[in-house]
């Protein structure tokens, strides 16, 4: 913004956050970017620079991959004076703790980002804690502001301290409260003025890739292999709700299809981008399948001109290309796939393929391999969305070990075991050109159930178990019965039903989290909301001649029918549990079901941002969360501004 808050113009496309920006020697910004595109949601808070127009945006330091508890929050820097390239920072736990409080570290950005030795602890050892989310102690030191190379101002709890590149330290002040943000107020040097390169004149930007194939994590990829990018919208977020409340299947944010463009047999690529948007980008092959994935996002603003060497470069090599074939023409517009939803909702745009090919020989009446891929809801999507991740079909970011810069085929589509179900090669399954782009774009958008932000899972769809639970239980009326009738021969809730490798994950590891925290760890398609009596917890013990699977074995392998009949009383103390609990989902809804109302958190989110009208009831009122949703992020679409010009009849000549 101009010194008198005028002409404010946005400068980040990030869906999460970043904070903190400080002036470099050079002229650029440092900051502090937090980001999950389609990675671990804790790891990913690093430096990053951008130009003060916010051309140029490039990471620092950080983006690189470590295990768990080696990584952290990189916050508050600010340049050390008198040095060439140093930065002074706090590295805090996990997500951060209370205001960003840690260790107080020097970083020498000549190093590039990957390189961890660059970075040096300079404050005393602290214990501090160490775990998922914000940590409330008050440990650590904070805000740290250099005034020389061995003189440093930092905070910590009451104090303010003098702390030296030794790790001494010296109070000179204590309140009554936190303090924070020490600064010595005096003159210095103006950093110098970067020339714009951006033209708020125009909406687009145009982004240049040399090569490909020249990268790290990319050998084997044969030249000419990757014929496309696919350019997808990593989208805004208006309101969030974690845990299974606000779980719509993807990782954390919903992500839109914009379609492809060229890449030259040498490797090379240029197109254009629209301007102020989180973008990333997919390399496809001649199937369709992701090669190579991004997971992070990228953006250009108005006019700017972006290169990048390759896929995953080295940030310290050098690379000189020759005359690169894709500048040798214009740059390439987006190429916009035909029929296929910007947004993909799975009961929509999926389930109908499902239902077209699938279901004749897995369905509740034929579950053949014991999968079901009928659109029969479960508590809290559908069977056949549950089945898929039960049994390990689709390749989607893990919430809490997703490193990135995964091996070619080793992420998204070429690491998804349905694609190898869906070309033809799976008994007589012949999916058309569009449902098998369908099926892939739908994966590579992360694979989500509800195309929209105003899900919602109401705790009442849960037949008996709470919305979280450390283990898996099943709790009354039916937890009683599976442990008289079941868990003799299953040991476990967690043996009943086909759980998927992420939901058996449920233990914690060096502060790493389960990777289904929050979520219940049974399998969800126990339970069947659409037709109670074809839930799988019925069938399965029910006898064969009662109409049951009869799939319950004896110690010596020979068939127990737990349940006879349909008439034992425990069948129908879970058939009546069942029912219940149908009624209440149909009662309260959810965004695949006609009559759906969105939470108060979303209507109040949407009011505030100006997409809904104040008037707007959500006990009355009805809307389309879909569309409200597009009407949500359009708002954020940057448009140039209209030049002023002067009206005709001044410029008219004179007497006439």
Known sequence: MDADGSNMICLSANVLLEDRPAVLPDGRIIYTRWEYTDRASEKFRDLWVMNPDGTGQKVVFGGMARPYPQFFAKCDA???????????????????????????????????????????????????????????????????????????????????????????????????????????????????????????????????????????????????????????????????????????????????????????????????????????????????????????????????????????????????????????????????????????????????????????????????????????????????????????????????????????????????????????????????????????????????????????????NAVATPLTTSKPVLGKPVQPIVEKSCLTCHGSVANLGRRGKKQSDDKWSDGKPPEWLNLPLYCWNLYNLSYPEKSMILLAPLAKEAGGYGWCKAKDGQSVAVFRDTKDPDYQTILQAVRAAKARQEKFGRPDMPGFRPGDYYVRWMKRFGVLPESFDVAKDQLNPYETDKAYWRSLWYHPPAVKTASVASRAPKGK
């Open 78 to 460: 600010l340049p050390i004076p008198g040095t060439d390239g140093k930065v002074v920072s706090v590295f805090s736990p996990a997500l951060g703790q209370r205001e960003n409080a840690g260790n107080v570290m020097v970083v020498d950005l000549k190093a590039g980002p990957d390189d961890w030795s660059a970075a040096k602890q300079i404050s005393p050892k602290v214990d501090l804690e160490w775990s998922i989310g914000l940590g409330r102690g008050r440990e650590g030191f904070r805000d740290p502001y250099p005034l020389s190379e061995d003189c440093f101002l930092v905070a910590k709890d009451k104090s303010l301290l003098v702390l030296n590149a030794n790790g001494e330290t010296q109070e000179f002040y204590r309140a009554e409260k936190m303090v924070h943000d020490p600064r010595v107020i005096r003159p210095r040097p103006r950093e110098p003025v970067i020339t714009p390169r951006s033209d708020p004149q125009k909406d687009t930007g145009h982004l240049v890739l040399a090569n490909v194939y020249q990268g790290r994590n990319i050998k084997g990829v044969k030249p000419g292999t990757i014929k496309k990018l696919l350019v997808i919208e990593d989208l805004p977020k208006p309101g969030s709700k974690h845990g299974l409340p606000g779980h719509h299947g993807g990782h954390i944010t919903l992500h839109r299809v914009l379609g492809t463009v060229p890449v030259e047999p040498d490797g090379s690529a240029s197109f254009e981008l629209p301007a102020l948007r989180a973008m990333f980008f997919v390399a496809l092959d001649e199937k369709g399948l992701a090669v190579k994935r991004m997971q992070s996002f990228t953006m250009v603003m108005p006019g700017e001109i972006q290169g990048c060497v390759g896929c995953h470069e080295s940030r310290t090599g050098t690379y000189r290309p020759g005359a690169l074939m894709a500048v040798k023409r214009p740059p390439s517009r987006i190429e916009p796939f035909a029929g296929v939803p910007e947004v993909f909702d799975y009961p929509r745009d999926i389930q109908p393929i499902w239902d077209k090919h699938c279901v004749t020989c897995h369905s509740a009446e034929k579950p053949s391999g014991r999968v079901m891929l009928t659109g029969d809801n479960n508590e809290w999507f559908t069977q056949s969305y549950f089945a898929l991740a039960a049994y390990d079909q689709i390749s989607q970011a893990s919430s809490w070990e997703e490193d990135g810069n995964n091996p070619p085929y080793g992420f998204g589509t070429g690491a998804s075991p349905l694609m190898n179900k869906v070309d033809g090669s799976h008994y007589d399954v012949i999916l058309t050109k569009h449902e098998y782009d369908m099926v892939r774009l739908w994966i590579e958008s992360g694979a989500g159930f509800t195309g929209t932000y105003a899900v919602f899972n109401h705790p009442e």
